[in-house]
């Protein structure tokens, strides 16, 4: 009986021989090594692998990919037709042709880096490798432009940093060329950048921030705009980051109970878009920066745009030095603020929320509402603000203090003579430790302190401790040091009474009699502070003072005297 016997058509290759498809050994993410096949199509190109059972032996996996290779020719099936990996994209397609491809694809998918992509590649890759064909970039191609990136860090040229996002940028091209969602864009069979180490890491720089005295000083600087001036502080008492500030409108604002909610930031391609974490966080601002927002609400309800934004930064380039150009027209010279190294950087406007979450740390608030202010998501990072926050709070001053009146604009003296509506917010405790500690700081707002405010009061530094917050106040003058008439009686009280807390040893009493003598001063100069007391109730209350009248010693003096015997 005759047999008729059908021929199984077949795909033959670029030099006449059979396609078999291929054959090789994978390992999994278990470290189990197993056999995976790959079938080989009619244009040359190849199926997804398929991972063979435990135990297929090498020739059994060659026999299945020649089957695999079998049926794929047999129905006409290619990579693309099969949902993945190469489609025909143009023939020869180099480098460069792709890259603006890619580009193109990012940008429409609303990729806010395309710019620095784009300015990345055109610098470091393109001018070698931009007119190979895709095809024909192997791993040492990228593994030399790894070797001329790790040159130009040793010589200076670009950071380490740098470098890493170049080489960021390039292998995420490769991978998209070969296994990316975009059926249009995969033209690679294979990633040439897969297991190609990238460019060395650096150390990290040490970061800088603003003290409590710069900012004051930054925030009078008259020669300075007015809107720059306002950005700075809120930035630095919000804790939020330049795009955040930039989107920040008054609906976001309750001016009542001062909760903020931050929910979105301007993207770098000028369009509004979520924040850098994707999460919306809610929290309580600072009680000292309530009159400047309200002021600030009050302008914009005047120019008819009391829904809008609050602050228009300036240009996005320039903003840190403008920052530094600004601490050293107001006399803020300390050399970490602008020194440059390998291990240091100077001052940019990020390194204002590094101000926020240390002035937080100092003040010994919880890490999670650190965490929370700032829109950490790594709480290490938040950590490292903790301790560092412990580390100097010593003599370091007071945190977050009220702000110039100049910064109220018209609307200086209606809102100062404002009550502080914040019911949310209650009392923080002070830094002094003890009842006795606490009963003297009560006394010592008796001369004149409307509240007792949180400070980092030193025990081993006395200079640090009877500093004044500004540069108006350079030292305490002594009452026999002052020509007869010269000096208010009240001053002169505070004077004796600030000498003998220092004889006594009772620090946390020399900083609130040295920040009232400071305040009394600032306002007989003409300089007066968001939340002081005005100069009639000043005066109204010294008038029922019989003690402070009659020349007696006040409240103060007298207990430091008690405590000295």
């Known amino acids: 009986m005759n047999t008729t016997t059908v021929a199984t058509p077949q795909a033959k290759g670029k030099r006449g021989r059979p396609r078999t498809g291929c054959a090789y050994r994978v390992t999994l993410p278990n470290g189990e090594k197993r056999w995976a096949i790959r079938g080989t199509c009619n244009d040359g190109s190849r199926s997804k692998p398929v991972i063979l059972d435990k135990g297929t032996s090498k020739r059994r996996a060659r026999e299945q990919a020649q089957a695999l290779t079998e049926d794929l020719v047999r129905t006409g099936k290619t990579r693309a037709t099969l949902g993945g990996g190469q489609a025909p994209g143009p023939q020869g397609e180099t480098l460069t042709d792709y890259a603006d491809r890619w580009l193109a694809d990012r940008e429409a998918r609303g990729y806010t880096s395309v710019k620095d992509d784009r300015g990345r590649l055109t610098k470091w890759v393109l001018p070698e490798l931009g007119p190979r064909p895709m095809a024909g970039i192997v791993r040492r191609d990228l593994e030399q432009l790894v070797e001329r990136l790790d040159t130009a860090v040793r010589d200076g040229r670009i950071e380490w940093k740098t470098a890493i996002h170049v080489w960021s940028t390039v292998a995420k091209l490769f991978d998209d060329a070969t296994n990316g969602k975009v059926l249009a864009l995969r033209v690679l069979e294979t990633d040439p950048s897969d297991r190609v180490r990238g460019p060395d890491r650096g150390g990290t720089k040490s970061k800088c921030h603003m003290k409590p005295d710069e900012l004051l000083a930054v ?29 920040l409108g008054w609906d976001d604002i309750d001016l009542h109970t001062g ?48 829904r809008g934004r609050v602050v228009e930064l300036p240009s996005k380039k320039h903003l840190g030095a403008e920052v530094r150009t600004m601490l050293r027209q107001a006399g803020c010279t300390r050399a970490e603020l602008f020194a440059r190294s390998k291990t240091r950087r100077p001052l940019n406007w990020h390194n204002l929320r590094d101000a926020t979450a240390t002035w937080m740390g100092v003040r010994g608030d919880p890490t999670v509402q650190i965490q929370h202010r700032l829109g950490h998501t790594d709480y290490k990072m938040t950590e490292e603000y903790v301790q560092e926050g412990a580390a100097i709070r010593d003599g370091y001053g007071e945190v977050f203090p009220a702000l110039p009146a100049c910064l109220l604009g018209a609307f200086s003296s209606d809102i100062s003579s404002q009550p502080t509506k914040t019911p949310m917010m209650p009392e923080r405790e002070t830094g002094l430790e003890g009842a006795g500690a606490r009963l003297l700081v009560a006394q010592s707002a008796s001369l004149g302190h409307v509240e007792p405010t949180h400070t980092a009061t030193t025990v081993d530094d006395k200079c640090a401790i009877a500093r004044p917050l500004t540069k108006s106040l350079t030292k305490i003058d002594r009452p026999d040091a002052a020509p007869d008439g010269a000096a208010d009686a009240v001053e002169v009280a505070l004077a004796r009474a600030i000498d003998r807390a220092s004889a006594a040893g009772q620090w946390g009493v020399v900083a609130q009699l040295a920040r009232e003598l400071e305040a009394r001063r600032l306002a007989a100069a003409g300089v007066a502070l968001i939340g002081s007391e005005s100069g009639s109730r000043a005066r109204a209350r010294e008038a029922c003072r019989p003690d402070l009248a009659s020349g007696a010693a006040p409240r103060g003096e007298a207990l430091a005297n008690r405590r000295q015997e």
């Open 259 to 306: 909760i903020m909610a931050v929910h979105h930031a301007e993207q770098r391609n000028g369009e509004d878009g979520t924040t850098k974490t994707d999460r919306t966080r809610r929290f309580t601002v600072e009680r000292t920066v309530l009159p400047l927002l309200r002021a600030m609400h009050a302008e914009a309800e005047a120019r008819g745009d009391g």
């Open 219 to 247: 925030a009078q600087l008259a020669r300075a705009p007015l809107e720059t001036r306002r950005a700075l502080v809120l930035a630095v008492y919000c804790g939020l980051r330049a795009g955040e500030l930039r989107a």
